[in-house]
Every structure is written in C-alpha cells, then in structure tokens.
C-alpha cells in the first residue's frame, strides 16, 4: 500500500463550482499535513497546512481526520486559475526516518 | 519567496558527459531533498540528506550520486549522462521539525541527447 494515495483525476469542473479531494495515508506515524499547489512545468509550492482542528484560507478548507487517516481539501468558488496538481503531503517525524512524503497528486481542471 | 536555488534551469548535454546540477538553500535547513519528474508525472524522490556528511537514497534508483559537505549545498552529479536521464530534477529542503514544509528550486530541467 502506497504511504500516500490521492485519487489522480482528472477532475473536470465548472467555474463556480465546489470540489473536494481526499488523500489517505497508511503511516499512524505522520505528524504534520499540507496540500501543495503545482502548476504546469513547475515547481510544487505549499497551498495551506492542515490542522487537526480544520483550517480556512479564504476559499479553501483543509480538514484532517487521525481516526480514518485521510486529509481533504475543499476548494470553493473554483476559479479558472485553480486548474493545477494539488498534491497531498505528509511528514513522518522520527528519530532517524523522518521524511516528507508526496502523493502522486490530484489534477484540477476548471471549465469556463 | 524561499531561499532555494538550482542552477542550471535548462541543460542539453551529450550522451556520456559529466554532469553536476547545482541546490543550494540560504535558509539554514538540514534536510534536503532531489526529485526526479517527467512531464505530467509525479514526484519521484532519488536522494536525500538529514544534514551534513549524510545522504540517503530515495524511493527510486537512481544512477546519479548526491554529496552533502556543507548544509547549504546538496550538488547531484550524473557520472555518464544517457538519454533516460531526460527529465526535471527538483531540489528541495525542509527544517528538522514536525510542523516543517518543504521548499522547493525551480528546476533542472534536463535533456540528454
């Protein structure tokens, strides 16, 4: 089982519309969680942290559930310029095989 | 913007030449980190290091080799570059801590002919 797995898409949407990703993770070790961004011929960048508690930045929602070990992402309002690879990321914080580690990523396409 | 260089940005070379790809971080990280990805593919890690003196290897073989000598610098080298070798090379590092993101260069993108 992969340490990471996000559904790879394509997910097509209209603008306007509200789309969600999940990610799993199979290591009860992970500690931290972010969603990352990557634009085409780019380098990845971070999109928001996830906390435990849930947390906003303005049209996006990132939640975190220990219990099922899976993160979401929750974009509103979608925007043309939402289009990209968001990719799930986990950081697994030990003594000596602590990692960040990358989903394969999720693609977005929003349509005019 | 982070404080994450990779030089060259674009590189087209021989088949059998030497190659280095330059990363270096002013941030003071000491894990670093090469990903090799193909156009529209995810992120591969190859190498990488826990601080100075230490590299490991990632998830993916690679035929390439990683140094770590100071914590600013994490250089890749290619002994005899081949046209498999064709890809973009991402560097990244991250602070050793639990709530840490990882930074990343812009890129090395490569082309073996």
């Known amino acids: 089982r992969k340490e990471v797995e996000q559904d790879p898409g394509p997910f097509n949407v209209p603008e306007g519309a509200t789309v969600a990703f999940n990610c799993t993770y199979s290591?009860?070790?992970?500690?931290?969680f972010f969603w990352y961004r990557q634009d085409c011929r780019k380098e990845p960048k971070l999109l928001m942290s996830?906390?435990?508690s849930g947390n906003e930045d303005g049209r996006f929602t990132a939640q975190l559930n220990r219990a099922s070990q899976y993160i979401s992402l929750l974009i509103r309002d979608s925007k043309l310029s939402d289009s990209a690879t968001y990719l799930c990321?986990?950081?697994?914080?030990?003594?000596?095989?602590?990692?960040?580690?990358f989903g394969k990523g999720t693609r977005l396409h929003i349509l005019p | 913007e982070a404080d994450i260089y990779q030089t060259p940005r674009y590189l087209v070379i021989g088949t059998g030449k030497k190659i280095t790809l330059e990363c270096s971080q002013t941030?003071?990280?000491?894990?670093m980190y090469w990903y090799q990805q193909d156009p529209g593919m995810e992120l591969h890690l190859i190498h990488y290091?826990?601080?100075?003196?230490?590299?490991e290897k990632g998830d993916l073989s690679s035929e390439s080799t990683v140094s770590r000598i100071r914590t600013e610098h994490f250089p890749l080298t290619l002994e005899s570059a081949r046209p498999s070798h064709t890809s973009q090379y991402l560097c990244?590092?991250?602070?050793?801590?639990?709530?840490?993101?990882?930074?990343f260069g812009q890129g090395t993108r490569l082309t073996v002919v």
């Open positions: 990321v986990v950081n697994i914080f030990g003594d000596r095989d602590d990692k960040i580690i």
């Open positions: 290091s826990y601080g100075v003196n230490s590299t």
């Open positions: 990244a590092s991250s602070d050793r801590t639990w709530v840490t993101e990882a930074f």
């Open positions: 290591n009860s070790a992970s500690q931290s």
């Open positions: 996830v906390y435990s």
């Open positions: 941030m003071g990280h000491d894990k």
